[in-house]
């Protein structure tokens, strides 16, 4: 009975890795940043040069005490990767 636990765990397990890579495979870059943002996964949208940072409650005390906690930031240059054929195939 065990055995046949395993194996349709396992089957469930493929199933979901299969779904995992086809929707990753057929997503672009938008739906990857909303769902991102959805999850929890990056922060919303912000100005790293006229917004304050999106520090936790965690790194804000570690700011005022002293530290220097880093907080790397990306540019998203939107126009290029609307304008790239192949973005589709990247995200």
């Keep these: 009975m065990k055995l046949d636990n395993n194996i349709d765990q396992l089957s469930i397990d493929r199933d979901k890795q299969l779904y995992a890579e086809h929707?990753?495979?057929n997503m672009?870059?938008?739906?990857?940043?909303?769902?991102?943002?959805a999850k929890g996964w990056i922060?919303?949208?912000?100005?790293?040069t006229h917004d304050a940072?999106?520090?936790?409650?965690?790194?804000?005390?570690?700011?005022e005490d002293?530290?220097?906690?880093?907080?790397?930031?990306?540019?998203?240059w939107e126009e290029n990767i609307e304008?790239?054929?192949?973005?589709?195939?990247?995200?």
């Design 23 to 25: 929707v990753k495979s």
């Design 28 to 37: 672009n870059f938008f739906e990857w940043r909303d769902f991102g943002i």
């Design 43 to 48: 922060s919303e949208p912000f100005c790293d």
């Design 53 to 63: 940072g999106h520090l936790t409650d965690e790194e804000e005390q570690a700011w």
């Design 66 to 76: 002293g530290q220097d906690p880093c907080m790397p930031v990306f540019r998203i």
């Design 83 to 91: 304008e790239d054929d192949d973005q589709e195939a990247l995200f």
